[in-house]
């Protein structure tokens, strides 16, 4: 049992690497991952065509709003993430800050509609 375990411990490295590549994931949101996490979408004749991942974690969802309005404003070098200060007001920048200082909660009437719908069960490998 003993070698079980050191070798669950030896394929946790390329598994958190793998799963980083192909995934984009960050490294916060991979740390957040917990068993049930991922669901496989089939299309009618059972072939899957899409697999979600859901962490507890998201993007930059620590950031102060100051930061994240910073980033919007003068994008982030070497990403891809653009600067917006040529294209949106002081107020829009503002608005997309506070939205994504919000994205991971659902709004109110979302909320109360989403919690009598059950969860579907866990998607079968």
Not at 54 to 62: I, V
Not at 66 to 74: A, N, P
Not at 97 to 103: R, V
Request: hydrophobic share 40%; net charge positive; proline share 7%.
């Amino acid at each position: 049992m003993e070698s079980l375990a050191a070798l669950a411990r030896l394929l946790q490295d390329p598994c958190y690497l793998v799963l980083s590549f192909l995934s984009g994931a960050r490294d916060s949101e991979i740390k957040h991952l917990r068993r049930g996490s991922l669901t496989i979408e089939r299309d009618a004749d059972g072939t899957a065509y899409r697999w979600k991942m859901r962490s507890l974690a998201f993007k930059a969802e620590d950031d102060p709003a100051g930061v994240t309005y910073w980033k919007v404003f003068h994008g982030i070098r070497m990403t891809g993430m653009p600067s917006f200060h040529h294209t949106l007001s002081e107020q829009q920048i503002w608005e997309v800050t506070l939205f994504l200082q919000n994205m991971d909660k659902p709004a109110p009437k979302a909320a109360k509609a989403w919690k009598p719908i059950p969860s579907p069960a866990p998607a079968q490998a």
